[in-house]
Each structure stands twice: as C-alpha cells, then as structure tokens.
C-alpha cells in the first residue's frame, strides 16, 4: 500500500525547532543542509541558514523523529505540519519553518465541520424517525412514540406494572416462573 520511504527529522536551534522531512538518508540530507549554509541562501524561503547565522551555528544536525512511510508527498508534508503543531503546542517549542502545505490544516478543519454538520443531519432524521414510530409497551398496555421509550421505561408506573406483571407469572411455592403463563 505504502509506496515510498520518508524521514520527519528537527534541527534545534536552541528555544527554537525546524522540523524537516526527507526521502533521503538522514546522514545526506544533514550534508545539503550544511551545504546549503555554506553557500548562504538566507531568503525568506530559507529561513534555517539566516536562524544558523544569527545564532552562530555552523553545523546543522538534523534530529531524526520518525520514520514515515508515505503514498503522495503531500502525505508526508501534512506529517511534518502535524510534528510542527505538536511540538509548537504540546512541548511549547517555537517553530521556526512555516507550513509547507497551506491547505491540509484548513481541509482537516472543513472536513471536520462536514461530518460535524452530517451527524447533526443524520440526528434528526433519526429523531424525526423515532417520533414517528410508535410502539406498544407490553406491560402498561399503552400505544407510545419511540422517542419517548427511554423515558417512558423510567416511569413508576410502568416499573410498577412489569412487576405486577412478574408477579402474576410467579409461583410462590416453586419460587419460579409460571412457565405455561409466561407462554
Ligand atoms: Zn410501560
């Protein structure tokens, strides 16, 4: 099922984390980090090489994190948002790179609404259902809406006439159920 082989790794940059991913050896991407440094791309899209500067680090190492095994490289992108998130809001640490892929976050959270709003459809209906079908209780005798069984099955009276309704069945003597009456 699973195509292809994928690292999630962090460089920590001191209060400060990257998280990364790659397909390569870890050891190799750790190189084109560092070399990458040295050839100084320090653009916006590059904001690891200018954190290193500022900070005087001149060996990036990068940390692995988890081996993750991917179909589309998308798939492995949301992985690393989801390790940015995670040690952005569960460990506390800042994170240093952006998003890679702006619309997962927002998909997950349009998703969750469409299933939110589904269940919320799907409730009523099953409400609309459940009034509209009635049902006989047994021992009260008494024609009810579905939706009100719950309630219904509560209610003194009809505790009180299942166990008339037990004791009716009941032979004392044999203390046991009156077979051919409970036919
Ligand atoms: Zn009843």
Do not use: P
Not at 106 to 117: A, I, Q, T, V, W
Not at 130 to 143: H, P, Q, V
């Amino acid at each position: 099922m699973y195509k292809m082989k994928g690292i999630i790794y962090k460089v920590d940059l001191g209060g400060e984390i990257y998280v990364g991913s790659t397909t390569t050896k870890l050891s190799k991407r750790q190189a084109n980090h560092n070399s990458d440094l040295r050839k100084g791309k320090f653009t916006d899209k590059h904001k690891l090489y200018s954190k290193c500067v500022e900070k005087n680090i001149e060996n990036i190492k990068c940390i692995w994190v988890e081996d993750y095994n991917f179909q589309k490289i998308e798939h492995l992108r949301q992985r690393e948002e989801y390790y940015r998130k995670n040690f952005n809001e569960i460990v506390g640490c800042s994170i240093l790179n952006t998003n890679r892929c702006k619309n997962s976050y927002k998909d997950d959270l349009d998703s969750n609404k469409k299933h939110k709003e589904k269940g919320a459809e799907r409730r009523k209906i099953l409400d609309k259902y459940r009034s509209s079908i009635r049902y006989s209780c047994l021992y009260c005798k008494e024609e009810l809406s579905l939706q009100h069984r719950t309630r219904h099955e509560r209610t003194q009276r009809h505790c009180n006439n299942i166990l008339d309704d037990v004791l009716d069945k009941w032979d004392f003597n044999k203390n046991n159920l009156i077979y051919n009456k409970c036919l």
